[in-house]
């Protein structure tokens, strides 16, 4: 029989991973049954003792923290995940159209068959890690770090950081290359490498993403004008900037970035992580998604 665990951030969502769960808890016995873990220790010796089904319940870096600890179990090819929102961005599911609501999106989870979904295996500072749903360079590392440390991590929220960001961020020079060729050279206010199509609470930054389809997509976008930032924010939530004269967008199944000046930390999964020269590649149906 299939055994069921639930990896529970207590503090996703400013604290309501919890009581999210809680909630649950009470409405679905076999959630109620399965192992639950809260801490990376618990959720290993879960993964350890059989657990061929996870749910994650949380954000998108609650996500990125269990599939890691999955990839570290050499467990990938025999754990499926599914995904609880409970968290700030909650981003990844959305573009699988998986719902909103927890109690629903549990009872998808439950009720579903795996199916192979792509993952992005990030190389940086001596370092892998893998990547469920965007990693990206330039103003949105300064973004995580304000909507991090602000109490209310709500939709404002992100929107507020990203303007103080754009206000503040000066963009840094780069040189990135896709699939081995020379794309890009000058300066950036934003390069992101897509899985999913959305991130920092609903923002469509990769519109045309499929997370099945064996590539990343890649968006990128030059330095312009400051006072034009505001009026064309909009359209990143729209999904409508891609044909903007400074956004650059492709496809690639391996991007490398080499920064000329010191870079603000990467996002990776609306988490910050250490930034500098990265390279991202494409693993191809990696992931078991119960979805």
Not at 22 to 51: D, I, K, Q, V, Y
Not at 210 to 220: H, K, P, S, W, Y
């Amino acid at each position: 029989m299939s055994a069921l665990a639930v990896y529970l951030n207590p503090a996703a969502g400013g604290g309501r991973g919890a009581a999210v769960h809680a909630r649950l808890a009470a409405r679905l016995p076999e959630l109620a049954a399965a192992r639950l873990a809260r801490s990376r220790a618990e959720l290993a010796a879960a993964l350890a003792e059989g657990a061929d089904r996870l749910l994650s319940v949380g954000g998108d870096g609650t996500l990125n923290l269990v599939v890691n600890a999955i990839a570290a179990a050499d467990a990938l090819g025999r754990v499926a995940v599914g995904v609880v929102p409970a968290g700030t961005g909650c981003d990844f599911g959305r573009a699988f159209g998986l719902p909103r609501e927890p109690l629903a999106a549990a009872r998808r989870a439950l009720a579903a068959a795996p199916r192979p979904v792509d993952l992005l295996e990030l190389d940086c500072c001596g370092e892998r890690r893998l990547v469920v749903n965007v990693a990206s360079a330039g103003v949105s590392g300064r973004v995580d770090e304000m909507v991090n440390a602000s109490p209310g991590r709500g939709q404002l929220a992100y929107l507020a950081a990203t303007l103080r960001g754009l206000a503040r961020y000066r963009p840094v020079p780069v040189r990135v290359a896709l699939d081995g060729e020379p794309w890009y050279e000058g300066p950036i206010f934003l390069v992101a490498v897509a899985n999913g199509t959305s991130f920092g609470k609903g923002m469509r930054v990769a519109p045309r993403a499929r997370a099945d389809d064996g590539v990343a997509d890649v968006v990128l976008v030059r330095e312009l004008p400051r006072w034009r930032l505001p009026l064309e924010l909009p359209r990143i939530y729209l999904g409508s900037h891609l044909e903007r004269p400074f956004v650059a967008w492709r496809q690639a199944r391996e991007v490398a970035l080499e920064p000329q000046a010191p870079l603000p930390p990467l996002d990776v999964d609306g988490e910050t992580a250490p930034s500098g020269a990265f390279r991202v590649r494409v693993l191809p149906g990696a992931l078991r998604l119960l979805a």
